[in-house]
Every structure is written in C-alpha cells, then in structure tokens.
C-alpha cells in the first residue's frame, strides 16, 4: 500500500468513502478525523478502491477506522495488518478501532478477536432542547439561574472567534487540572489543547457549526460539532467559564434547539472518565452506540 499524508485537500476523497454506509459512530467524519493531526501523523491508502487510514505516533500505528468498501474485501484487511507490523516494533500494537457492532460477525468470522471500548452517547435532540419532565429537573433550574441572572448574548460561532474561544479552552483547562491531578486525565487535557487549536484553525473548512455565549464584552462559553449523517448532529465540543453557574446547562440546550434538521444528537464517548459518564448519562440519551477494537488471537 502506497501511503499518503492527510490534507484537507483529502477531503473530497474521505467524503466519498464515508458515505458508502450510514454510520452512528462519531468517529466517521472527515472533521473528526482531520482535527487528531495535532496528535497523529495520519496517513491513507486506496487499495482495491477501499480506504484505509493509519494513525501514527512514537508508540505505533493502528487503523483509526475499519476500511472504508463498498463491498467487503477480507484481504484487504489482512495487508492493513501487513502496514501496521511493518511500522510497529511489537505487532501486538497493531490494531482496527471503531468497528461497528454490525460488523463485529465479520471480523469474527475471519479469526479477529473483538474487544469493546467505549460507546458513543446519542440523546434525542428534543429532550435536550426541551428539558421536560422530572428527569432533567437539575438542568432545566441551572439553565433557568442562567437566564435569570446573566445579561447574556448567543451568536454563531465563526472563524474569527479562534482566538478568544482558545483564550477561555486554556482557562478552561488550567481550572480543571486543579481539581484533578490524575496523570492520565492532564495528558488528555493537553492533547485536547492542541486538537481543538486544528479544529478551530479549520473550522470554516471542515464545515464545523457552533455557537458561543457572550456574557459582558467576552466569550464565556462556546460548543461546535459536526453534522454525522443526515438525521444526527455530533458535538464535538463545549466549554463554558466554570465559575458562571448554569451556562453549561444553557449553551447546551441552546445549540440543542438550533439543530432542527437533526433527530438525533451524538455527545460521543466518555474516555473512560467516571465524572464524565455521569454527566452525560445525566442527560438521558435513548442509546449507547458500541464500539469495537479488532485485534489477532497472539
């Protein structure tokens, strides 16, 4: 396989593959792909007309999507391998992340150890702009403290906004590493510095939609995705002046209600993180979306 470094200029090429299948997994678009070059070398490969992407980094490589075909190609998958061994000292590193659970007979089948990771969130887009019913009592009195003690202003997030809204991620950051310590948590919060600087960089060419929340002269809060199919919408991320109580709970609901051609609102995994889970299993999605690993028996 021929590798070539990803660019935007990809775009129209990753496009066409994605598009082969519906997907629910917030990992298959082009943006989301894109923006992990801050921490990646990625590259891609057309064989047989299926494309293939390979994340690399000074641990090793492994396939960030499954091949991307029309019609399935066992072989394929097998010189996929053959990329990743040639480039990882320990072929145990060698590895095909988020396959879908529909898929997972398949790599089965073929001799592949499937393993799970951690599943996508995907709440229904009314609940969120609607907050009704007991079950989002906390959020709906957060975001009613909100409206009711901050004079406040919503716009469209826009290219111009890069500067600002990476200004208030820094202090977002500084603040959450104060009150968690844990190495793994920290390094996350670095590598998410340097990713939301790609996405906010491109965000005009990746097509990403967001809004931020003025509050004063400044931005205080700020969320953006991406469109995943035609009826979800992924966020991607947000983040809000943590000590301005409820715009959380507002910038959330907020940009929920501005989504109207979308059913659906995938809020993507939880990395593993306990306080993470709880906030978004807080918000009641309809559905966990799984998520596999496809590893060789040793």
């Not at 089965?108 to 887009?125: E, F, I, N, T, V």
């Not at 969120?128 to 003690?149: D, P």
């Not at 003025?214 to 000590?243: P, Q, R």
């Not at 306080?275 to 918000?283: E, G, I, P």
Request: charged share 30%; proline share 2%.
């Amino acid at each position: 396989m021929k590798l070539n470094k990803l660019t935007l200029k990809d775009r129209r090429v990753f496009n066409k593959h994605l598009a082969f299948s519906r997907h629910e997994l917030s990992a298959f678009s082009f943006a989301n792909i894109y923006i992990w070059r801050a921490i990646f070398d990625i590259q891609w490969s057309l064989f047989e007309g299926i494309l293939c992407v390979f994340f690399r980094d000074k641990t090793g490589c492994f396939m960030y999507l499954p091949p991307l075909e029309k019609e399935r190609h066992p072989l394929v998958i097998k010189k996929a391998f053959a990329v990743m061994d040639s480039i990882n000292k320990n072929r145990d590193i060698s590895r095909i992340e988020n396959i879908g659970q529909e898929d997972i007979e398949y790599y089965r089948a073929l001799g592949y150890l499937c393993h799970q990771k951690y599943p996508d969130y995907l709440c229904s887009r009314s609940d969120l702009a609607y907050l009704k019913g007991n079950k989002f009592k906390s959020q709906r009195a957060a975001y009613n403290y909100f409206v009711k003690h901050y004079d406040f202003k919503v716009l469209k997030l826009k290219a111009k906004d890069n500067a600002s809204c990476s200004i208030l991620f820094n202090e977002w950051i500084e603040e959450r590493k104060t009150h968690c310590r844990q190495d793994l948590y920290c390094g996350m919060l670095e590598d998410n510095r340097k990713v939301i600087r790609e996405a906010l960089f491109n965000y005009r060419q990746l097509d990403l939609e967001g809004i931020v929340v003025m509050v004063g002269k400044k931005i205080k809060g700020f969320t953006f995705g991406y469109k995943l199919n035609n009826n979800t919408f992924c966020i991607l991320y947000e983040v809000t002046d943590l000590s301005i109580k409820g715009l959380a709970q507002f910038i959330f609901r907020r940009f929920s209600t501005e989504l109207k051609d979308y059913d659906y609102i995938n809020i993507m995994d939880d990395s593993g993180l306990d306080n993470l889970r709880k906030v978004k299993l807080s918000y009641k999605p309809r559905r966990l979306i799984p998520a596999y690993i496809a590893t060789r028996d040793a």
